[in-house]
Every structure is written in C-alpha cells, then in structure tokens.
C-alpha cells in the first residue's frame, strides 16, 4: 500500500471556500469530508467535553472513524447550550461560504440560529440542514438515524433472502448516500451564489430521499403489475444468470449476465451451449421467470471447481464475474494499491493508518491530504481570533466552560 504524508500547504481546487460544520456522526461528516478533501476550510464546530460522537466509536481504542471521516479538517469546541454560543456562531457565519448542521428540525431556530437570522448576518451563506427525514412533513421531529431511514426507505424490504427477515445494511449507508448527494447540493449552491448575484440559500437534506432515490424505477413498476417485488439475496429481478457462487475451495464468485450476448457466452463457457436455443432459457425475460434454475446449474459449475480456476476461466472468456472480497482481500489487491485506491498517512497511535484516497480523481484539480483529524477544539483560539474577539475574551470563555480547546 502506498504511503503518503499531510501536506498542509497542497491547494485543492475548493481552497478558498470555508465551511462551518455543525454536524455529528456520519451525514454530515461525510459532506464536509469531501469538501475539505478538495481544499475547502472544514472548521467542525463541537459540543465541549466529548465532541463529535465519532470520537468515541474507537477499535481497541483507536478512533478510526474519527481519523477517517474528520482528516483535512479544524476544530472547535463550543457549550452549544450557552447563552453566549449562538453569539460566537454567528460571529463564525461572517466569514463562512457554508453552514452545515444535524440537529433535529426546529433545534436551530430555538437556538436563536434560524436560517433568516444567519442570512441576515451573511446572505451569501448556503445552509445544509440534515435530518433523517426532511425539515417538513409529519416524520420531521423523528430521530434521523440511518438504519430507520434504511428500513422506512424499502430498501431493507429489497435487501436479503426471500426467507428471511429483511436486512439493514452493516455501515451507514444512508448517511453515506445522503453525505455524497449533499456535497453535491452544495456545490451546485455554492454555483448559484457565484454566478447569480451572490445570494445563498438553504438545502433540506433528507437521509431518506437519497436513499429512497436508489430503488430507481420501482414506484413505477409497482403501479404498472400491482406487485411488491420479493426479496431474491443475490438474484436479480431484472436478469439471470446473476448471483453469488460457492466454489469448491469455499471462497465465492460473483457473477453477472445483464445483457444478452454475456448470459449467452457464460452458457457456452459452462458446456451448456444448448441454453441459447432453448425456448426455457433463450431471453432475459425467460431465464427470470427461471432464474433459480439458471443459477443452479451455473452454481453447479462453479461449484466443482477452485476459485481461482473459475475466475481464470471466465476471465478469458471475457465474462463479467469477481471473487468475493473481505478486508483481507482487499489491502492485497494488486489493483487496490496498484491505483491507490487505499493509502497509507502517518498517525501517532499505529504509525501508518490506511485511508481511502481522495475520490473522484481529477486530471488538473486532484484533491489531497493536508491535516490529520484535529483534536478536540485544537483551533478554537485561532478561529475566535479571525472573528474579532481577542486573547482576554477568548480566556474569559474559557474560564466560563463556554469554549475549549
């Protein structure tokens, strides 16, 4: 694995542009990482005492999340229920491109922070506002946590076997989805303000629209047959043969045939040519209404034989088909580390700790990495002086447990 260094001097194509990050755990970590991954100033704003939750989401002690999601960013430590801290966040606001925040809908408003009254200070400002469900509609004051979102989306009900419970995914997918559509968002408002006069606006990220967004067609679908798709594991619904195979060394091979001249070639490639012809299998249409016999007999394929021997089969026969990775696989993977895909930075606790690299890759405008994840208000004095206070006021909230850091 490649080994790279923070270099706090790279310029990313978003230097310039500074973010107050407001946010807790995933969502909104996951936006501003990409943001701060391409030069933007992440300045993570955090409750005094224990700061962001991901702090505390540690593996043998390790704060991996922590080191992952907050790298390229600052810190401040801020009592958000303080009278004086809708003060010092306004004060932050006047020099700020971007707000982003995840509090419960209405939270920011009794805080005295209402969109209103930040752009009053600075109209040019975008305001990204998380929530599970949407600032408005009758789940708004619901809690926003991902595996709610995931199940309430149908995704969990299109997830696993068909005789099984529905499955909620292991990571935060949600969240994961809503972070790369909201950094997105605000890069597209961030466009409005440089082109159409420089007025900023308020973007009502959902954790469910992103998600919900993934089923694609299915709402169509289902006023078109009247029918709830079932659950199908590795099937599909729309192809076959697709699925994941059990080989005889007891690793898997994922395969799939979306398109007709690839199901064609696997028939051939198996010894079981006749399947083009045969009016059972000859369309996609015909292997998905018997998509658990075309899977079978491809399983039993696979099944006589090594994975690595599958794989190399398939591999010249121009099939599209994978092994199966874990962790282990992957931090091996001669494509991983051959494209950098991971990479290793320097950190105090295990010397080297691997990352995923900066993506998407730019030609001309690549992003990078310029600081390690901050400790807890490691920037607070620094960011209350850009703002105007001096060093006896920033001393005299610090006595006050108002600041940290």
Request: net charge negative; hydrophobic share 40%.
């Amino acid at each position: 694995m490649q080994s790279l260094d923070f270099d706090p001097q790279t310029k990313g194509p978003l230097d310039g542009v500074r973010v107050l990050d407001l946010t807790r755990l995933i969502a909104g970590n996951m936006l501003t990482l990409q943001l701060a991954d391409f030069g933007a100033e992440v300045i993570k704003v955090e409750p005094v005492g224990k700061g962001d939750p991901l702090r505390a989401w540690t593996e043998r002690g390790v704060a991996a999340f922590w080191k992952v999601y907050c790298r390229n960013k600052k810190s401040i430590s801020l009592d958000f229920r303080h009278a004086r801290a809708a003060e010092l966040i306004l004060a932050l606001v006047e020099k700020a491109d971007v707000l982003v925040e995840n509090f419960r809908p209405g939270r920011l408003e009794k805080m005295g922070l209402a969109a209103d009254i930040l752009h009053a200070r600075n109209p040019k400002l975008v305001i990204v506002r998380v929530s599970g469900f949407g600032q408005t509609g009758p789940y708004s004051a619901r809690p926003g946590f991902g595996t709610l979102v995931e199940a309430l989306s149908g995704f969990a009900t299109r997830n696993g076997f068909p005789d099984r419970p529905p499955l909620v995914p292991p990571l935060a997918l949600a969240d994961m989805i809503a972070g790369l559509q909201g950094a997105f968002a605000t890069m597209v408002a961030l466009r409005e303000v440089e082109l159409k006069g420089g007025k900023g606006q308020v973007i009502d990220l959902s954790l469910l629209e992103p998600i919900l967004s993934t089923l694609g067609p299915e709402a169509l679908t289902y006023k078109v047959t009247g029918e709830i798709k079932e659950r199908v594991g590795n099937r599909s619904n729309t192809s076959a043969p697709r699925d994941v195979y059990q080989a005889k060394d007891g690793k898997y091979v994922a395969l799939s045939a979306s398109i007709q001249a690839m199901a064609e070639r696997v028939f051939r490639t198996i010894g079981r040519a006749d399947m083009i012809d045969d009016p059972r299998y000859r369309t996609n249409a015909d292997r998905v209404a018997r998509r658990d016999e075309v899977n079978d007999i491809v399983a039993d394929w696979v099944a006589a034989r090594d994975s690595a021997d599958v794989l190399d089969v398939f591999e010249k026969a121009g099939i599209t088909a994978s092994g199966v990775y874990d962790i282990a696989d992957i931090v091996e993977d001669p494509h991983i580390n051959a494209r950098g895909i991971l990479v290793n930075l320097p950190d105090s606790e295990v010397g080297e700790a691997p990352h995923h690299n900066v993506s998407p890759r730019l030609s001309a405008t690549p992003g990078g990495f310029r600081y390690r994840a901050p400790a807890l208000g490691e920037h607070t004095d620094h960011y209350l002086r850009d703002a105007g206070f001096s060093d006896d006021e920033i001393d005299g909230m610090r006595r006050q447990h108002i600041i940290e850091g």
